[in-house]
């Protein structure tokens, strides 16, 4: 049984075309379902590198392996059609913080990609030369507490999330938290840029935005947050460095 994705107009989620290319004002996003058989399972995990494999192997739960695999390996399928090499000829390096990018291997290439996964679902983002973050969260009610947005939430976001109906709460909550995710995966840095030290918009009816950042009055205006509709059950957002970029949204077919 597939996962069934709901799409809203503003997002068309479609397939891709043969040639993909990238220009320096173009962002590709990737959706695809996690949800995969076996046969395909075994195929993914053979394009991946050792550590992927080892890393894979730590996990506890077999539902967590599964997607890793899946995430990882349909990464590195999509890679290989923008770099027309093989999926296991891909090689990627990580930043201190964890971030994944291309080797040096791959020349001077300036793709630049992130990747986001929750639930039953997986979104990527590529681009050529910016800076770029994507996130993705199944959307639980009971994880939109007030304790949880206190701890994690700048005092200007929490004061807005606490002024929101009831209702539009669990919206509200998870808004600031995937473009909050997004930003700190495009920055890279990992948690080392804490989560209360800047402020991103979050009710329902204002654009998607990063408002301010502690001790640089000027690093809102580097960045793009948009919203993606990513499906029923999910939220999820993009970080994009500079302006005047164009979005794509591509549905990875099933069963390649």
């Known amino acids: 049984m597939s996962l069934e994705l709901v799409i809203t107009p503003f997002d068309s989620w479609s397939a891709p075309p043969n040639d993909l290319r990238l220009t320096s004002d173009e962002v590709h996003c990737w959706r695809t379902t ?3 058989t076996e046969t395909e399972i075994k195929r993914l995990w053979q394009t991946l590198a050792p550590d992927e494999q080892e890393r894979a192997r730590r996990f506890r739960f077999d539902k967590h392996r599964r997607h890793f695999i899946i995430a990882r390996g349909l990464l590195r399928a999509i890679l290989s059609r923008y770099l027309e090499i093989e999926p296991r000829e891909v090689e990627l390096c990580y930043s201190p913080y964890g971030k994944p990018a291309l080797a040096p291997e791959h020349g001077d290439e300036p793709l630049r990609f992130n990747l986001s996964h929750s639930g039953e679902l997986a979104l990527y ?3 050529c030369s910016r800076d770029i973050g994507i996130d993705v969260e199944h959307v639980r009610s ?9 701890r994690f939430f700048s005092r200007r976001e929490f004061a807005a ?3 929101l109906p009831e209702a539009l709460r669990t919206i509200g909550f998870f808004n600031c938290w995937t473009r909050k995710e997004a930003y700190i995966k495009a920055r890279g840095e990992g948690l080392s840029f804490p989560l209360d030290k800047f402020d991103v918009s979050l009710a329902p009816d204002e654009p998607a935005a990063l408002l301010h950042t502690d001790g640089n009055t000027r690093e809102a205006e580097r960045w793009s947050l948009s919203d993606l509709q990513a499906g029923t059950g999910y939220s999820a957002a993009l970080a ?3 302006r005047n970029w164009r979005l794509s949204c591509w549905q990875e077919p099933e069963n390649r």
């Open 34 to 36: 996690l949800n995969r």
């Open 125 to 127: 983002a590529f681009n």
């Open 142 to 150: 009971e994880f939109a507490e007030m304790e949880i947005a206190e």
């Open 161 to 163: 999330f606490v002024s």
């Open 240 to 242: 994009v460095e500079g």
